[in-house]
């Protein structure tokens, strides 16, 4: 066991080695088996405090994030160029601040609290290196990650409404493996008691200020129950150890739950007999607006369901021919139950074939063949249920914070 602490350094931005790597393996945009608007090809676009390249043909900045772009889902000639779990160099990245490097090998994961036998303290805590994870029983899961404002764009673009923060529109969101040790089998192998409340998993990224505030690491209280349920402390992604950028060496995954429960690059979690609370489950990621309570609403728990098309916003499709037309859908609540599309704009819908053997914590692929009547501007819509029952209505309600869009996104498409 190792007892140093995790070793920070400033992250560091692609340089022109591995920019001209990224070029020479990035396929070209999709086009869904007919002509999109074109890409023009470009030099990966750094953003401050991401580590890997970012190639505008896969992504869209934005400001520390980078979105994924829906039309690199495809290849030229329509082939999928991303499976059902989304290659690391292609994932989107979610940062509040920046990328940390951290030296695996001095790095340990610390826990402490009144809710584990003895109380130990953060400062004499029970310490888990690396090895030690991979020491313990192992497990495999597939999961997506999204973030809580996903979508968000669409409350100004479609409902006239402006929110602040990240205007996402559907490429905040991303599917993988991910390998590691049960959060449950963690805190046992701690001391857990059976008084345990709440945990506090705490990141190891630079602090986060705004406003002239500091509210510190990243960190987000999680109940027992979730903790216990189908949490994973994961040191691998996609069969490969974590890199920086998604959250080497180690982070949570919370399957369902919104993007900023699954904590990266995890340094230290607290065990409380009493409930925990941050920044980020205060003032941060609930609901305010004039349909919740006055103090806000709960802290956000599960992500609700949304459905993408795997083309460009504005795509060109030709005239006097057939199209498959391809997408995703998933819920935090539910295996996908099934998915409807519109192409008059919905007026009138049917069913789409999925594609995959729906499952909980994952997207589902979905398709449908279409005909355009004549040239022209289409709209097009997509809207899934899950086996819960949940849907998409035609308008979000909305929230100041733009948080949990889940309506049916309108997507123009012009058949020339």
Not at 156 to 181: C, E, I, K, M, N
Not at 267 to 282: Q, R
Not at 327 to 341: F, I, K, L, T
Not at 393 to 405: C, D, I, K, S, T
Request: glycine fraction near 12%; proline fraction near 9%; aromatic fraction near 8%.
């Amino acid at each position: 066991m190792v007892s140093a602490a995790g070793a920070l350094a400033a992250p560091a931005l692609a340089g022109p080695a591995q920019a001209a790597q990224a070029r020479a393996s990035a396929p070209a945009v999709g086009r869904e088996t007919a002509e999109e608007v074109p890409v023009p090809a470009s030099e990966p676009r750094p953003v401050p405090g991401i580590v890997k390249p970012l190639p505008a043909e896969w992504f869209v900045p934005r400001g520390t994030n980078a979105e994924m772009r829906w039309d690199a889902v495809r290849d030229a000639d329509g082939a999928a160029a991303i499976g059902r779990h989304v290659p690391v160099e292609r994932f989107f990245v979610r940062n509040h601040t920046g990328t940390p490097l951290i030296d695996a090998d001095t790095w340990t994961l610390k826990l402490f609290g009144s809710g584990l036998r003895g109380a130990p303290t953060a400062q004499d805590p029970v310490e888990f290196g690396l090895d030690d994870l991979r020491a313990l029983p192992s497990t495999r899961i597939s999961a997506l990650i999204e973030c809580a404002g996903n979508a968000r764009s669409y409350f100004l673009s479609q409902q006239d409404q402006p929110v602040p923060g990240t205007p996402w529109t559907l490429g905040g969101v991303g599917s993988a493996g991910w390998r590691g040790v049960r959060l449950a089998d963690l805190l046992r192998a701690a001391g857990l008691t059976g008084a345990a409340v709440d945990v506090l998993p705490t990141g190891l990224d630079p602090d986060y200020v705004v406003g002239g505030t500091n509210y510190g690491p990243v960190r987000r209280p999680l109940p027992i129950a979730k903790a216990l349920d189908d949490a994973l402390v994961a040191y691998e992604m996609n069969g490969e150890p974590l890199t920086p950028d998604h959250g080497a060496p180690a982070r949570l995954v919370v399957p369902g739950w919104v993007g900023i429960a699954s904590i990266k690059w995890v340094g230290s979690i607290e065990v409380a007999d009493h409930p925990l609370h941050s920044p980020w489950n205060t003032d941060f990621y609930r609901m305010f607006g004039p349909d919740y309570p006055p103090g806000g609403g709960a802290p956000l728990t599960s992500q609700v369901v949304k459905c993408a098309f795997e083309l460009a916003a504005g795509a060109r499709l030709a005239a006097g021919r057939g199209h498959r037309l391809y997408g995703r859908a998933w819920s935090g609540a539910a295996a996908v139950r099934g998915v409807e599309v519109s192409t008059d704009g919905g007026r009138s819908w049917r069913r789409a074939e999925l594609r995959d053997e729906p499952r909980a914590d994952d997207w589902t692929r979905w398709s449908v063949d279409w005909r355009p009547e004549g040239p022209g501007r289409y709209e097009l819509r997509a809207r899934a249920t899950d086996r819960r029952g949940n849907g998409q209505p035609e308008r979000a309600v909305f929230n100041r914070e733009g948080y949990l869009f889940g309506a049916v996104v309108a997507h123009p498409v012009t058949v020339v």
